[in-house]
Structures are given as structure tokens and as C-alpha cells.
């Protein structure tokens, strides 16, 4: 499964929790968005920062390299991908090197995502 296929939402599987055995993890190559408690949580950010300007955290994420995007309006950071499109944290045996720090959103998938309920799921690796 490419890149372009994750956005053809109608080729994802029902989910059900015996997918995620051998997937190739395509949920993890969709944009994660995250809080600034995200953050603190996954040690980006330091409590102290969270409470200062957020667009100065931003800022210094965005060239550590750790951020792609920060959307003032809401608060919300969208995390750095891997050139390939994977999530930052991802590793190359596509299991999350952060599980336990993870984002909210990463939590509740796919609970919430672009298709609720349905997941991208496939056994091979990513072309
Ligand atoms: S933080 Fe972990 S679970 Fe969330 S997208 Fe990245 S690798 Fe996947």
C-alpha cells in the first residue's frame, strides 16, 4: 500500500484488534496531531515550557526537526515525518518506540481518524 492509498478511505478493513498482528503499521504513516501535553508526555517539551509561548516551542521544534506544523488557532502540533511518510517515533521493526508516552490521538485510533471504525490495514511493508 502506497502513500495515495491511505487516502482511499474506502479500501480500509473494518477494525478489529487481530489486524494490528503483523500490520504494516499504515496508521502510523497518517499525521499525528498532538497537544502540548502530548508533548510534555513524550519528553519534547518540558513542563515549564508548556506554560510559556507556545509559539516559541513551536518554533524550536519545527527546526529540531521533532514538529512539521503548529496551528496557533488550536493549540494543535502536527509531529514530523520520516522522508518514507512514517511517524517520527515509528521503528524499523514498525512498532512505536514511544507506546507508552504516545499521543492521545494514537490512543483512540481508530476510534477517531479520517474513517471512524476502519483502519489501513495491510501484512506486507509499505512500498
Ligand atoms: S507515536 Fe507511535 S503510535 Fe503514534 S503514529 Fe507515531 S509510531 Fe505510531
Wanted: charged residues 25%; contains cysteine.
Amino acid at each position: 500500500m502506497s502513500n495515495g492509498d491511505l487516502d482511499k478511505l474506502s479500501r480500509w478493513t473494518r477494525f478489529k484488534p487481530s489486524l494490528c498482528r503483523g500490520c504494516w503499521a499504515g496508521c502510523c504513516r497518517l499525521p499525528v496531531e498532538a497537544s502540548i501535553d502530548d508533548l510534555v508526555r513524550l519528553g519534547l517539551v518540558s513542563p515549564d515550557e508548556a506554560v510559556g509561548s507556545l509559539k516559541k516551542v513551536a518554533r524550536q521544534l519545527i527546526a529540531d526537526g521533532k514538529v512539521h506544523q503548529y496551528r496557533a488557532v488550536t493549540g494543535i502540533f502536527t509531529l514530523a515525518q520520516k522522508p518514507n511518510g512514517d511517524c517520527h517515533f515509528l521503528g524499523t521493526d514498525r512498532l512505536c518506540t514511544v507506546y507508552d508516552q504516545r499521543p492521545d490521538v494514537c490512543r483512540r485510533f481508530p476510534t477517531v481518524g479520517p474513517r471512524p471504525g476502519y483502519c489501513p490495514a495491510r501484512k506486507q511493508s509499505p512500498s
